[in-house]
């Protein structure tokens, strides 16, 4: 262990032992494990898609349902717009309204509505990946975009009542004074985002997470929401009459992106808290586990006066037969008597084996000088 893993080691143990560190540490780890970021990314992506039919379709709603009441009409769209801050005025600038009436208006209504979807498919996805529903399980086609549906419808009016309800606490639209005024839409708006991630949260895991394990989550996805409505209200509405043209048109989409995946990326860290509180998937190392390397397996090498092994493993070379000549010098090395044959197991098939299972050097004990007769 060097000198940066014993700290690192120290500190983990720490961790582990105490429940205020271990739970976010779990929760990060999980959120880590399920590559949680990248399906944030894609929220984000089809949310950036999706914003612009959604605040054409709001529009013009707000232009049909207010037309007598311009005021009301400026307070809601400024509301809608006040989560996004400084880009939320240039967004603003850039709206328009479905053209038509009737017919035309509810196909142009429907259509937006379809490309706009997608948003709602991610976060099915999403929520399905974290609480581990498998693929078979989920719904096919015609029901996966009811549940998008469903979910869309669900976010929108939460959307709609939270962010008028967080411009208002932030002095967008100078509609209320007093600090118990701003305190009581505050709380209200609060508990209509905690009732909106509730239900989307149900919606999304496709009802097979009960009520229970989806309320802690809710409450801190409403909580990290109300604090950054509260800002960008705050931001639109006291700070943005700073703001220069310097951002342009680049700086709208950039900004808008960095904005909706932190949303979304803040939003899937509540859901991976629920998984793990009602998992119990803590205390958890922060550490990555680490293996000792394997190496490969070297045959051994026989060492110089190895004795041979048994037969099945060390080949029996059979013995030669001798062809000299009686009264010949016997072979050195050889137990043999001139001209006969080296019978099966005697002493010459052990020489032999020796000598080719080693360097040609017999043992110390083996070596004789010759046998008589």
Known sequence: MN??????????????????????????????????GNL??????????????????????????????????????????????????????SLGAIPGTG????????????????VASAMQNAMCSIWDIPKEERPGFLMSQLWAFALMFTIAIGFSATTFLSGLAGGTGHLISGVLAHVGAVLVSLILNIGMFWLGFRLASLFRVPWRNLLVGSVIAAVVWQVLQVVGGYVVGHQLHRASELYGTFGIVLGLVAWLFLQAELTLYAAEADVVLARHLWPRSFLAAKTAPVDPVKPAKPGKHA????????????????????????????????????PAGSEATETSVSTASGDGELPASDKKAGTSR
């Open 40 to 93: 944030a990314a894609l929220i984000s992506y089809y949310a950036f898609a999706a914003i612009f039919p959604l605040l054409l379709v709001l529009v013009t709603v707000l232009d049909i349902a207010l037309r007598n009441n311009p005021s009301l009409r400026t307070s809601l769209l400024n509301s809608a717009l006040s989560q996004y801050p400084v880009i939320g005025t240039q967004i603003q600038h």
């Open 307 to 342: 004795k041979p092994g048994p037969a099945a493993e060390s080949p029996v070379v059979p013995a030669q037969r001798d062809d000299t000549p009686a009264g010949s010098d016997t072979p050195a090395g050889s137990d043999t008597p001139a001209g006969s044959e080296a």
């Open 3 to 36: 000198v940066i893993d014993k700290p690192l080691a120290a500190a983990d143990r720490y961790q582990q032992r105490r429940v205020a560190l271990a739970f976010p540490v779990a929760v990060w780890s999980k959120f880590t494990a399920d590559q949680a």
């Open 103 to 118: 017919l035309p208006l509810v196909i142009g209504i429907v259509f937006l509505l379809l490309g706009a979807r997608g």
